[in-house]
């Protein structure tokens, strides 16, 4: 990601969070133009109070942000507090105080630590560099993954760089920033015309956001100019070079505001809404925002419901209320590109549309027919995680000594019936399979995530201390991808597999093993449970030859697997290690082949003997109609095969399930790897989460 020239970014622990880092700092090496928007809730917290009377400005420098503690509704302790930071923010920096602003997030009516921050920023001082990463993750609270953004304009002839990062998970509702969010370019720009473009800007991004439908004390957006691109300054809202950064502006918020969406609190997808043919763009606005916010609505698209009803009686409500001429009757609704209702209900394939509605994203397109206007809005489905999450957030959280937070997650704060019904049945499934071999293949969106790699890295500790034997085979396509785009190639696939040159196999070495395979075992040898990382060219660990196709196509170091090294794998398993297997081949040629990882996943299931063999991948399982089945025979399968109902790229991996099971293998489960956990909920509850195929 390009940045702009002149600024320094940090992350460091300080204290208020327990395990994580928690303090962030954005440093200009020369005077900026600064601009804010904030959260228009009146309980607005102490740092908000202070940024905003003091913006827009020039001379601006840092920007110091801590999570774990809002620093709201903390009387006139809360504003001390920020004064005592912002004044040894500026000290540390060698600033004036009124060069610096400060910003925080976290639980709301617990006064603010601030000598732990100060304690810190020496050390946050010294970390100072060129990478926004370690900055994006030190202001993330119910956040799963960091958000980044950046985009380069042209000023005239002189390249100019606008990059930003944000945090935004729950408690989320329209009304300026909706996060906490960081701007930086080396635009030359005058703050009054810096102010209107970041007006304009929320307007339409962050302003269409909604997640919960419930506003932050704490919701803050900066914009820092400093510019060092040495462009003509941009004085006054007008000209082409001012049009040209207020668009790439709204084009990067509108992708920020998209992925806080997306990450939303027990999010499972995403929605966009988009309402055309309003009266107004305020009503556009309005009614985008309002269904996208609508429990019902919000319940129905995480249930993949396709009930057009929630969303022309949410039409209807609104219109009522605000006596706007809208006649929902007369409207026209889209689902995922398909055409619901247009004045009337319309004739669909519900179990087709049921389908679409399990993919990451919802569209809802609504044609109101009462103007010319319209606007788009950005939120999530609400899940049980939502409920849960929020239901714990405060009741599990404590403060510490000296003003930190931590999390009390006891398994006793939960209702009697509740721990005896979860025990007795994970007990159960536990005393089953100890001893018991389980191959899981590791991939798609579980690998994408932070948070994600940590719970699947947490699933697999603990079959390992139950007694389980866990193996692991992942795969890493996506990263694979990026890589070679970094080194300049370009990636050709030829029915789904991929063209791998031998420059190219450098590449795909480096990713699988030295990159995932490292980061893999790195996180979970965190406890006493040894894991080893392996190539398969350790110990011939996976034996391959060219794949040579019917059509004579040379698809490079593409392989097929020949023979798994089992008497190696045994010989680590009796010592209690966890292998984790990168899927490269040797082959007799003594060069490296890039393999299948769901193949390499079955072959080592079977060579082991293996009682289990887990998927991981982007869907729930194996659906039909839409519909999860949560159990097949060997039998079933092939018949969900021969009449297209099992099709694409599941088709595929359902051919490697039934080679698996006519390998000896007792059971093959495909399972939701975008869910925390779900690993431990398909193996230890009656009913599972995913697809179970049994011979």
Known sequence: MKLPAGY?????????????????????????????AFTVNRARAAPVVDADARLPAGGIRAVVINSGNANALTGPDGLEAVGK????????????????????????????????????LPACVAQLGPDMDRAAEAIMTTDTTKKLASRVIDAGGVPVTIAAFCKGSGMIAPQLATTIAIVVTDLAIDFDPLDDALEAATRSTFDQLTVDGDMSTNDSVFVLANGKAGNARVTAPSGPVYEAFAAALVEMLDELAQLIASDG?????????????????????????????????????????????????????????????????????????V???????????????????????????????????????????????????????????????????????????YSPAFKRALLVEALAYIARFRGTRCVIKYGGAAMTKDSLKRSFCDDVLLLHSVGLKPVVVHGGGPEISKAL?????????????????????????????????????????????????????????????????????????????????????????????????SPIGLGADGQGYNLNADIVAAGVAQALGADKLIYLSNVAGILENGDLIPELTAVELQGKIDTGVVAGGMAIKAITVLR?????????HLIDGRAPHNVIAELFTDHGVGTVVRP
């Not at 107004?280 to 396709?306: C, N, Q, W, Y």
């Not at 206007?373 to 957030?393: H, Q, T």
């Open 660 to 668: 698996a099971l006519a390998g000896g293998v007792k059971a093959v």
């Open 265 to 337: 609190e027990g999010a499972t997808k995403r929605i966009r809404t988009l309402v055309t043919g309003a009266p107004s763009e305020i009503v556009a606005r309005d009614i985008a925002k309002s269904i996208t916010a609508s429990p019902l609505v919000k319940a129905a698209m995480f249930g993949g419901d396709p009930n057009w009803g929630r969303v022309l009686s949410t039409v209807g409500s609104r219109a009522g209320s605000q006596g706007w001429p809208i006649d929902p009757a007369n409207c026209e609704v889209i689902i995922q590109g």
């Open 85 to 120: 930071v912002i004044a040894a923010t500026a000290n540390a920096l060698n600033v004036s105080p009124a060069q610096v602003l400060s910003a925080s997030t976290g639980v709301i009516g617990m006064k603010l630590p601030e000598h732990k921050i100060i304690a810190a």
């Open 485 to 581: 785009e970094r080194a300049g190639g370009t990636t050709e696939f030829v029915d789904g597999i991929r063209v791998t040159s031998q420059s190219d196999m450098r590449v795909v070495e480096m990713v699988l093993t030295g990159q995932i395979n490292t980061e893999l075992v790195t996180q979970l040898n965190r406890s006493a449970a040894p894991a080893i990382g392996l190539s398969g060219k350790d110990a011939a660990l996976l034996r391959a030859k060219k794949m040579v196709r019917d059509d004579g196509r040379d698809l490079g170091q593409v392989g097929e697997l020949v023979e798994v090294n089992s008497g190696f794998l045994e010989s680590l398993l009796a010592q209690n290690y966890i292998p984790v297997i």
């Open 339 to 413: 055409e619901v209702y247009d004045r009337a209900p319309l004739p669909f394939d519900r179990g087709q549309l049921r389908a679409k509605l399990r993919e990451p994203e919802v569209v809802i397109d609504v044609e109101l027919r009462s103007g010319d206007s319209e606007a788009r809005a950005y939120g999530c489905d609400l899940s049980y995680d939502y409920v849960k999450l929020n239901a714990d957030y405060t009741s599990l959280l404590v403060e510490a000594p000296g003003g930190g937070v931590a999390k009390d997650d006891r398994l006793g704060n």
């Open 8 to 36: 320094s970014f940090a992350g460091v622990p300080c204290g208020i969070k327990p395990h994580r880092p928690d303090l962030a700092l954005v440093v200009s090496d020369t005077d900026c133009a600064c601009a804010g």
